[in-house]
C-alpha cells in the first residue's frame, strides 16, 4: 500500500493557497479534529464569531477508481470538503462539496463516500463542482450565515511559554526544594490562565485558544500536549477549542496577524513578552482598543512596557507544576 502522506500534504497546501487567493483567513489546528484539517476564520466585529471547519483531501487519479470517505458525524452546516486530485501529467484540480451535496454521497456505514476516476472528474457533476471565484462567493455566504457566539480568544506566544514554564520552575524549586514537579499540560496552563484571568469566565462563552509554535523551538520538552485533546470545558461550562499553529516564520509577526484578526473581541487575552509587541499594542491601546496580557513579573524577563491590564504567567504555570494555592 503506498504513503497517502505526501499527497494529503501537497493537498492541504494547494487548498490553503486557494482559500488566502480569495482573501479567506485560514488556520491550521495541529491534528485533524471534528474533520477539520483546516479552518477558515471570519475578520470579526465586536463579540462576533464565525468559523467554517475544512477538510482537505488529496487523490491520484488515473482511469482507475479512486474513493474519498467522510463521517457522517462531522458533516454540519459549518462543514465542507475540498478534494484535490492531480493526475499523471500532473494537471491539478481542485473540488468543493458543501454539507448537503456530502449528504448526497453514498452511505457506508457512518461514513458518506463518493468514487470517481479521471474520466469522471471531466463530467457535469465535478466540472460544477471545480473550485473557482462563484463558490468562494458561496463560502463567503455560508460563513456569513454560521452561528455567531461571543467569545474569549487567547493568543500565546510559543517561545515565551516555553521559556516562562523553565522560569518558573526554576523559581519553585528554589521555594519548595524538595517536591517533585510534574511537567505541566498544556490544556491545564490554559485553563489556569483562564481561571485567572478571563474578566468573563463565570459566563458560558465559546472561548478559542491559539497557540503560535516555531520549528525551530520544541515547546513539547517542557510541556505536554495531549493532541487527541484539543478540547474541553472550563468549570463554568465554556467550550475551549485549541489551534496550533507551527511556523519557520518569526512568531512574533504570526501573533501579530492574528490579533488583528480578533482585535475587535470583547475579550482579547494576549500570553507574551517581546518588545517587538510593543509598539503595536500600544497602539492597539491608543485605538481604545482593550485586552489582557499574561506576562513575566520577572523585571530581568519583563520586555514590554505597555498600559494594558496583566497578569503573571508564574501563577498559572505553577498550579500546572502541581502546587497547590497556599503554596503559590
Known amino acids: 500500500m503506498g504513503d497517502n502522506k505526501p499527497i494529503e500534504e ?49 487523490r491520484t487519479v488515473s482511469a482507475t477508481t479512486t474513493s474519498v470517505t467522510i463521517p457522517r458525524s462531522y458533516v454540519k452546516d ?15 484540480s481542485c473540488f468543493l462539496f458543501f454539507s448537503e451535496e456530502i449528504s448526497e454521497w453514498k452511505i457506508n456505514g457512518t461514513n458518506y463516500t463518493i468514487s470517481f476516476n479521471e474520466s469522471k472528474l471531466n463530467e457535469e457533476y465535478f466540472n460544477n463542482k471545480r473550485f473557482n471565484h462563484q463558490l468562494a462567493k458561496k463560502i463567503q455566504l455560508l460563513l456569513a450565515k454560521t452561528e455567531i457566539k461571543k467569545y474569549t480568544s487567547v493568543i500565546i506566544d510559543g517561545i515565551f ?17 524538595e517536591k517533585t514537579f510534574a511537567k505541566p499540560d498544556l490544556n491545564s496552563i490554559i485553563e489556569n490562565i483562564l481561571n485567572s484571568y478571563n474578566r468573563y469566565q463565570s459566563q458560558e462563552t465559546a472561548i478559542n485558544c491559539y497557540l503560535i509554535l516555531s520549528n525551530s ?4 520538552t517542557v510541556l505536554n500536549i495531549d493532541h487527541d485533546n484539543l478540547a474541553f470545558s472550563t468549570k463554568s461550562g465554556s467550550p475551549v477549542r485549541l489551534f496550533i499553529n507551527k511556523t519557520d516564520e518569526i512568531i512574533a509577526f504570526e501573533v501579530l496577524d492574528q490579533i488583528e484578526r480578533l482585535v475587535n473581541n470583547d475579550n482579547l487575552i494576549l500570553v507574551a513578552d517581546d518588545i517587538v509587541y510593543e509598539s503595536e499594542l500600544n497602539r492597539f491601546k491608543e485605538s481604545g482598543i482593550e485586552m489582557t496580557l499574561v506576562r513575566s513579573n520577572d523585571k ?10 496583566w497578569g503573571d504567567i508564574t501563577y498559572p504555570i505553577g498550579f500546572a507544576l502541581g502546587l497547590e494555592r497556599h503554596e503559590i
Open 300 to 309: 530581568t524577563e519583563n520586555k514590554m512596557t505597555v498600559h494594558f491590564k
Open 161 to 177: 511559554l516555553e521559556k516562562a514554564i523553565i522560569n518558573a520552575t526554576m523559581i519553585y524549586e528554589k521555594v519548595w526544594p
Open 217 to 220: 523551538f520544541n515547546l513539547e
Open 78 to 92: 459549518d462543514f465542507i470538503v475540498f478534494i484535490y486530485t492531480v493526475d499523471e501529467r500532473k494537471n491539478e
Open 10 to 58: 501537497q493537498a492541504e497546501s494547494y487548498i490553503k493557497s486557494q482559500l488566502l487567493k480569495f482573501n479567506f483567513h485560514v488556520m491550521k489546528p495541529s491534528f485533524d479534529k471534528e474533520g477539520s484539517d483546516l479552518v477558515i476564520i471570519e475578520s470579526v466585529t465586536k463579540q462576533n464569531s464565525r468559523l467554517i471547519k475544512v477538510q482537505s483531501k488529496g
